[in-house]
């Protein structure tokens, strides 16, 4: 179900996420305002109508009139906005965010608000390789999935408006995810593939190669366009269930490795029709215009 | 240059490649021809217009009749072929192939071709994740690159009407490279980024997983769909060149690995900004309709 209209929204950090939110909920007539650091994102932000109000200063004001805020910043500064402004959050308000990573996150940020806010956190799943508000665009949603990370503090009115909100911003699939199982899958399907694709590209050092490249090379290397100080602080806040992931795709690697060296040609098939059974299930459910 | 319109080809193998040659060239009105294994392939490419004439036997009359032959069939198949065929091929006749491995084919190829026929290598960086005739699709040379392997054995004429060949068949880039430099371009642009799309899928051992994903995951296991019989025999035809190029990569890897587990962040954010700088390289010319 969507969310009722008269809800009044704050976003806070308007980056390329934040910038996307404001422009899905704004051009469904919500009230949605912003707090961020740049001058110059607030007035892209005002002139481009994602929002009715901003401030590039921690204003009171804006806090006090939300009903919902949505924090949509790098995980240390999330958790340091709430340690220094938190109080200023007025009971009854439900907070939620964008973060990528959650252990680290959830438990600290609920322990940190005033008692009578409720922080539910969530995790859209949709992106782009730029960032900043002027990236903004709602229709990364379409066709995305969104993850609702609860804890056994949330009420489930709460996890059912988190869920509501993914639905207003247009997602294809809502599901909930404990912290834990959360992080552990994020390593695999997101944060390995981001290791994977930087390390091909630290190791293509020879010049000229774009010239023969085909698109299996392109594809797998789309995301080593990467945001280093985002990233880097992803994989930190991750860092022993990702060093997981690395570790078991690294032996899935030997392996292939050990039956190229070994010509074992059946070992080798073997690995490939399960590969290709398993990839299977992730074509995309097909939409108009969508891409398996 | 086009290739002038007179030229009669022959297709040696009708599967998703030959086909899509057959379709392209007969497209334009030139006079194609195919011999292939499945009487079932002919059948469909003669009903689409594909081809002109076809047999699922080795006819002489069509070997006897063409100016350009194509093999598009596996490397060991094409070796074959030549070995119990390759005498019926007219003296002044061009051979040029679709394998995807060199080193081992195209020395082999041109000592066992009868005198005055030359073979000339082509490597079209071109394919789908299907395969059969049924499949054949002229589009996939679109904004593809083409590669001419000739060794000092070719005329320059010759070379030159492979370019003519790839223009022909509307290929974007048309380059030149030794057996030697190819295989290893090819090692690591095509084949190590199919070695880790199976170990990704084949590490991938988490049900359900398909529900959260984005799609950097999708992205780099598309190709984990993967014949398993073409792309073992491309794998082990190309082994000690592909096995360095799966070290150099492994390396990359471990070296990121061990910037997590040493919490290295400095060096962490050096390697995604040095993966950022190269991978812009890679970003396609834009034509109309062209992603990145």
Redesign the interface.
Known sequence: MKIDKSKKFLIVGLGLLGGSYAQALSDQGYYVTAITKERASIEYALEHKLIAKGSDFVDEELIKEADIIVFALYPHVFVEWIEEYGNLIKPKTVVTDVTGVKGCIVYKIQALLPEGVEFISAHP???KETSGVENADKSIFAN??Y?IVPTEKNSLDTVELCGDLGETLGFR?I?V?SPEKHDK??A???Q?????????????D?PD??????????????????N??M??EL??SN?ET??A??D??????D???DT??N?N?EE??E??????A?????N?PKKAGAE?
Do not use: P, Q
């Open positions: 799943m949709a992106g995305a999935n993850i699939e599901s995810l899958m994020i695999f399907l997101s390995l593939t981001h290791c994977i694709a930087v390390s091909l590209m630290y190791a293509c020879e190669l774009e010239r023969y490249t085909g698109d299996s090379f392109r594809d797998l290397t789309r995301i080593a366009n990467i280093d100080s990233w880097s994989f930190l860092r990702l060093l992931e690395m078991n795709y690294r032996k899935a690697f392996k292939l490795y190229i060296k010509e040609r080798m098939r690995m490939m029709r399960l590969s290709t398993r990839r299977k299930k992730f995309k398996l």
